[in-house]
């Protein structure tokens, strides 16, 4: 509906006339009518009624009531009102709904009042008795100004969203690297703050990462800016897919990349971030025609462990980043030498977890000859991991960070596995070979040690009489009472059990009485004395063993044995079996088949 008005020469309405249109109705401006006489209320409305939504109330309390409710455009209110004086009216309406005009209504008697209310706040007054053309006058005015003030305040609300968008943009050239768009220096820093701010109050730690990635400056200077340019693009994009939660920032320093990780529990997250970046640039980038391999150095800071505040922890991780470039392609966390000790078993115990899963342990048998045949009867599973990294780790440089870290429980199962799915093989192959297993003191003392060898036992379908588990004296002195139970069962499945490194323990055979034996292994420490010249005493000791062992009822096997001399010494004395590179060194399972030559 549109509502036509004609005025004449003094602004007086003349006529009124309405249209109902096809396009949706505007919905009327409100006015508030405040008044306690009912006709004066009645004629207002009236008269207004047409062109706005009229709303009457007769206090002050109810008319603050609706304009709590309420958008009103104008408010008209007596200066006289049973509780409150328009004055008070008009003063509260403009501090509280500054868009809402209010005219004041003035008797004859308070004209003075109706000056004051305007000076206060009201934008005009009307007196009573009404003219009508007055009257609407003001009211149109009112409302003009209304428009106006809502005209202002959308203005300015508009004003202020576009200086909001511009210092975003200015705030983000400032704070955003153009080419890859990451956060830059300033930011980082910035944002590297806020995280040591509210890691002090958490158990969690912050890590800076520098990472430097050799090759880049070399493009840059080799090919140009161009290609510089497009590498770390790719580069950035790589690394990126590694951070995986929004509480890790990436951040661009020059030519070497920053990242801030925060609300991790320990250091072993950090580490596995860095591993996950450098096997995502494993694959050489692609930058034109061109394909370039990329190796990264990083360095790493820890808050609270080695640093207080941003500044130092950058500072920090730059100077490990400069160590790492020194030792070339690795990542170092800046600490002193003695926290970089635990550190470095910490990366040993990641890289162990990679190998698991990678699958990057092999095992090597070496065969046991008896001694008077001179013909193999079994094989020594020992185990060795093989690094893509570090190349071949014999196993004394990594059962021990196996054992600490309880990592040597998924290893030795793995061990047991396949050791036992090798002597079904060979058993197949119509080779009766006696297999045998290390032990740690770790697996033995596991609770359900048993029943794992039970079920690898069905899984593999091997013959457990094949089997022996070599085990420690100080294995055995760990838990003595629990691994003489667990030997028992085991040997009750047909497998044997020898002490491995006979002579440099324990060696009590008081206490060997008690145990569920089959046999000894004499230490390889033994037998090198035997091969020193005149020198009787290890071939007395040799001796000693052999016979008590017989009277127990003991097999004995030499192992170390290296020369003909020692192997003809072994002879006389009636020792059982023998291991040593007179025979073979461990070798893969496909090598071992040149031993039956
Ligand atoms: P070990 O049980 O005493 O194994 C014999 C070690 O002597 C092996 O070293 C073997 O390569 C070496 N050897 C064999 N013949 C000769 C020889 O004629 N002369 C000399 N000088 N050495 C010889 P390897 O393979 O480095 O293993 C070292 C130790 O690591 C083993 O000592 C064993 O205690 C442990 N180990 C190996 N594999 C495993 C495993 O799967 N599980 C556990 N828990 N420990 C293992
Ligand atoms: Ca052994
Ligand atoms: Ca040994």
Redesign the pocket.
């Known amino acids: 509906m549109f509502f036509h008005y004609q005025k004449n020469q003094e602004g007086m309405i003349t006529d009124f006339s309405y249209t109902l249109s096809e396009t949706p109705e505007k919905a009327k401006p409100k006015i508030l009518i405040v008044d306690d006489e009912e006709a004066i209320c009645s004629f207002l409305s009236d008269l207004l009624s047409d062109e706005y939504e009229c709303l009457i109330a007769d206090s002050a309390k109810k008319a603050f009531n609706l304009l709590e409710k309420e958008d009103f455009a104008l408010v008209l209110s007596d200066i006289n009102l049973p509780d409150e004086s328009g004055i008070q009216v008009a003063k509260r309406v403009r501090e509280l709904y500054p868009e809402t005009v209010v005219v004041v209504i003035s008797g004859q008697g308070d004209f003075e009042t109706a000056i004051e209310a305007m000076r206060i706040g009201a934008f005009d007054y009307v007196k009573k008795p009404f003219e009508i053309d007055n009257l609407s006058n003001s009211i149109r005015r009112a409302f003009e100004h209304h428009c106006f003030l809502v005209g202002r305040r959308d203005y300015e609300k508009h004003i202020i969203k576009l200086l909001e968008k511009r210092t975003e943009q200015i705030d983000h050239l400032f704070l955003y690297d153009s080419l890859t768009n990451l956060p830059n220096r300033i930011l980082f820093e910035d944002r590297l703050t806020q995280a040591i701010e509210q890691a002090k109050h958490s158990k969690k730690i912050v890590a800076t990462i520098l990472i430097s990635v050799k090759q880049l400056k070399q493009i840059y200077s080799n090919l140009g800016t161009k290609y510089g340019d497009a590498a770390l693009i790719e580069l950035v994009s790589r690394v990126k897919e590694q951070i995986l939660s929004s509480t890790e920032t990436l951040a661009r320093f020059d030519h070497d990349l920053a990242i801030l990780a925060s609300f991790i529990e320990k250091e072993q997250k950090v580490i596995e971030l860095i591993e996950r970046i450098e096997q995502s640039l494993k694959n050489p980038i692609k930058v034109y025609d061109e394909e370039i391999a990329l190796t990264i150095n990083a360095g790493i800071s820890i808050f609270p462990n080695d640093c207080n505040n941003a500044q130092e922890a950058i500072r920090n991780a730059s100077a490990a980043l400069e160590k790492a470039k020194e030792e070339g392609n690795t990542w170092l966390f800046f600490t002193s030498d003695l926290t970089q000790k635990s550190l470095n078993r910490l990366k040993m115990e990641v890289s162990l977890r990679r190998a698991l899963e990678n699958e990057e342990f092999e095992?090597?048998f070496?065969p046991k000859v008896e001694i008077a045949t001179r013909k193999i009867v079994g094989a020594?599973?020992?185990?060795?991991w093989n690094s893509p990294k570090m190349g071949m780790i014999?196993?004394?440089d990594f059962?021990p960070f196996a054992e600490e870290t309880g990592l040597?429980i998924p290893?030795?199962d793995w061990?047991l596995r396949n050791t036992f799915r090798q002597c079904k093989i060979w058993a197949e192959k119509g080779k009766q070979l006696s297999v045998s297993?290390?032990?740690?003191a770790y697996?033995l003392n596991e609770k359900n040690f048993y029943e794992k060898v039970v079920s690898f036992i069905e899984e593999t379908g091997v013959d457990p009489k094949l089997l022996e588990f070599?085990v420690?004296e100080s294995v055995l002195l760990k838990n003595p009472e629990l691994s003489a139970q667990t030997l028992k069962k085991l040997k009750n499945l047909g497998i044997k059990i020898l002490i491995?490194?006979f002579g440099t323990g324990y060696s009590s055979f008081a206490y060997l009485k008690k145990l569920p034996l089959d046999g000894l292994?004499i230490?390889?420490s033994f037998l090198h004395d035997l091969s020193v010249a005149d020198d009787q005493s290890g071939a007395d000791f040799i001796v000693a063993i052999v016979t008590l062992a017989h009277n127990l009822r003991l097999k004995v096997v030499a192992?170390?044995?290296?020369t003909e001399e020692q192997f003809n010494l072994l002879r006389l004395v009636k020792c059982d079996e023998a291991?040593?590179?007179?025979f073979g060194?461990?070798v893969l399972p496909e090598m071992f088949a040149n031993f039956w030559k």
Not at 380 to 384: F, P, Q, S, T, V
Not at 437 to 440: A, P, T
């Open positions: 095992l090597h070496q020594e599973a020992l185990i060795r014999l196993p004394t059962i040597i290893i030795g061990v297993v290390n032990l740690s697996q070599e420690t491995d490194d292994k230490d390889k192992e170390g044995v290296e291991q040593g590179y007179l060194k461990p």
